[in-house]
């Protein structure tokens, strides 16, 4: 075997092992490093990323809150498969995700009795960690677009604390949607998504569990619902009445 061959197999062993110690190490560091960043507990049992393709598959992944909680389960995913175009990450300020397939098991919103929520503690730890580069370097945040987004929610449990005696409810959502171009996460709201969440009456909480734009979007566009949902109930009984009162009429007049 020439030296040429020989090398280029000690290149290929060498990258191999680097390959498997990526896939081995990888989800302690993510889990090391999504809990200093937002103090919540994470693990992952799954986790691939090919730098080099941009495919990233995570399988098993959990979210735990904060002790001060009083119920642990956070979030709960089965699966998240991603395609991410490697060259928009490096070369652009926009990050291009051709495909992102997301399954959720279970997502579990707290409300406090100060009125926090892990949703909002969540987003406000990224919040701030995304603003200390942002400040140090303007102009370098990334804007992102999906170009295929699939996203199942089987589960949503909502606990609320605020009052005199704690309240817990469980909705099975099992919402199944695809989208399309996605850049903003309001985009998310469409019709069969916002009748979903009022039709489990989710329009009276949604602002307080998930503060912030998003929050306040879902809240409107489920708040609307509602109205169009009363007003054709509206619509209905006054068109009922008003038949009734013609029958009753032809019903008098066809008297002798």
């Given at each position: 075997m020439s030296g040429l061959a020989r090398t280029g197999l000690v290149v290929a062993g060498f990258l191999a092992l680097a390959a498997l110690a990526w896939m081995v190490f990888l989800p302690a560091i993510i889990d090391r490093e999504l809990g200093a960043a937002t103090g919540f507990d994470f693990h992952v049992a799954v986790l691939r990323a090919d730098p080099f393709t941009g495919r990233v598959i995570v399988r098993g992944l959990s979210a735990t809150n904060p002790p001060s909680y009083p119920l642990p389960d956070f979030v709960e995913l089965k699966e998240l498969r991603a395609d991410v175009n490697v060259f928009s990450w490096i070369f652009s300020d926009r990050i291009v995700i051709n495909e992102l397939d997301v399954d959720t098991s279970k997502i579990e919103l707290i409300r406090q009795h100060d009125g926090t929520s892990n949703a909002g503690e969540f987003m406000a730890a990224f919040k701030k960690k995304k603003a200390a580069p942002a400040a140090a370097a303007p102009g370098s945040s990334k804007s992102y677009?999906?170009?295929?987004?699939?996203?199942?929610?089987?589960?949503?449990?909502?606990?609320?604390?605020?009052?005199?005696?704690?309240?817990?409810?469980?909705?099975?959502?099992?919402?199944?949607?695809?989208?399309?171009?996605?850049?903003?996460?309001?985009?998310?709201?469409?019709?069969?998504?916002?009748?979903?969440?009022?039709?489990?009456?989710?329009?009276?909480?949604?602002?307080?569990?998930?503060?912030?734009?998003?929050?306040?979007?879902?809240?409107?566009?489920?708040g609307g619902a509602a109205k169009v949902g009363a007003g054709l109930r509206e619509a209905v009984q006054a068109a009922g009445k008003s038949l009734k009162g013609a029958l009753d009429k032809l019903d008098q007049s066809a008297k002798p």
């Amino acid at each position: 075997m020439s030296g040429l061959a020989r090398t280029g197999l000690v290149v290929a062993g060498f990258l191999a092992l680097a390959a498997l110690a990526w896939m081995v190490f990888l989800p302690a560091i993510i889990d090391r490093e999504l809990g200093a960043a937002t103090g919540f507990d994470f693990h992952v049992a799954v986790l691939r990323a090919d730098p080099f393709t941009g495919r990233v598959i995570v399988r098993g992944l959990s979210a735990t809150n904060p002790p001060s909680y009083p119920l642990p389960d956070f979030v709960e995913l089965k699966e998240l498969r991603a395609d991410v175009n490697v060259f928009s990450w490096i070369f652009s300020d926009r990050i291009v995700i051709n495909e992102l397939d997301v399954d959720t098991s279970k997502i579990e919103l707290i409300r406090q009795h100060d009125g926090t929520s892990n949703a909002g503690e969540f987003m406000a730890a990224f919040k701030k960690k995304k603003a200390a580069p942002a400040a140090a370097a303007p102009g370098s945040s990334k804007s992102y677009l999906i170009r295929r987004l699939h996203i199942r929610l089987e589960k949503l449990v909502v606990a609320d604390y605020t009052g005199s005696k704690s309240e817990e409810k469980v909705y099975s959502l099992n919402i199944d949607q695809t989208y399309a171009d996605v850049s903003d996460p309001r985009q998310l709201l469409v019709p069969r998504v916002v009748t979903t969440l009022h039709s489990f009456g989710l329009h009276h909480d949604i602002a307080q569990l998930l503060p912030g734009d998003f929050g306040s979007a879902l809240a409107l566009a489920v708040g609307g619902a509602a109205k169009v949902g009363a007003g054709l109930r509206e619509a209905v009984q006054a068109a009922g009445k008003s038949l009734k009162g013609a029958l009753d009429k032809l019903d008098q007049s066809a008297k002798p």
